[in-house]
């Protein structure tokens, strides 16, 4: 079985400041790891994944997330926020115990909030 | 390269009847996937696709259906629509069955049953 936690349904940040957005998973066997964004009305954007290659994962928008196997977290983050990165996150484990057929299981989402 | 393309993009329909979705992935993906969205579930895992079988299924009643053609689209069907299954449909397209490919999603169907 596998499972996504994803701390604070809300998090707001000043544009410019550090975002962090928290993702802890839970899986018998190693995982896959994706974090995804939602714009509102759009379908989901991949922003990066973590495939046991590297532990930290560069993505597109200047957003990157490090796997800490000790700590089974993969937590997002981007140096200084947008006002365009304002959206929904999700975070997402794919453990491949069904040969990939058991899709992903997503985290509840972090709507991501940018004070001007 | 187009991706993965859905329609109807929005659709009201009465409960009891039945809906069908349609999803056409990203050229030459074979695997699909289907994902409900709602405010108080989130995103869960419907059924994924290959090679025209189901592969596996997440927890839904049997009235949630789905098929995949040869040329790798695929439909999903909801019969006896209940209130509780107005929500966003996500198609979500793969290369293949690897679980550490990117699934790549479309902008999903809209579902609202009255």
């Known amino acids: 079985a596998q499972s996504v936690t994803q701390l604070g349904s809300h998090v707001s940040v000043s544009e410019g400041a550090l975002v962090l957005l928290r993702c802890n998973y839970s899986s018998s066997v190693p995982p896959y790891l994706f974090w995804y964004v939602q714009y509102p009305n759009q379908g989901l954007q991949l922003l990066l994944k973590?495939?046991?290659?590297?532990?930290l994962v560069k993505g597109i928008n200047g957003f990157e997330a490090e796997f800490k196997k000790s700590e089974t977290s993969f937590h997002l983050t981007k140096p200084s926020a947008h006002m365009s990165d304002a959206a929904e996150y999700f975070c997402?484990?794919?453990?491949?115990?069904?040969?990939?057929?058991?899709?992903?299981?997503f985290g509840k989402g972090t709507h991501l909030i940018i004070q001007p | 390269k187009a991706g993965v393309t859905q329609t109807p993009r929005y659709l009201i329909k009465t409960r009891g009847q039945q809906v069908t979705l349609s999803c056409s992935p990203i050229s030459g993906h074979r695997s699909v996937s289907w994902y409900q969205q709602t405010p108080g579930q989130g995103l869960q895992f419907l059924f994924e696709?290959?090679?025209?079988?189901?592969?596996n299924k997440g927890n839904f009643p049997g009235r949630f259906s789905g098929r995949q053609f040869s040329n790798s689209r695929s439909e999903m069907n909801v019969s006896t629509l209940e209130l509780g299954d107005s929500a966003l449909y996500l198609c979500?397209?793969?290369?293949?069955?690897?679980?550490?490919?990117?699934?790549?999603f479309g902008e999903g169907s809209w579902l609202t049953v009255v």
């Open positions: 696709y290959f090679s025209e079988t189901q592969r």
């Open positions: 997402a484990v794919s453990s491949g115990s069904g040969g990939g057929a058991d899709g992903l299981t």
């Open positions: 973590y495939t046991s290659a590297a532990t």
């Open positions: 979500a397209s793969s290369l293949d069955t690897f679980s550490g490919n990117t699934i790549y």
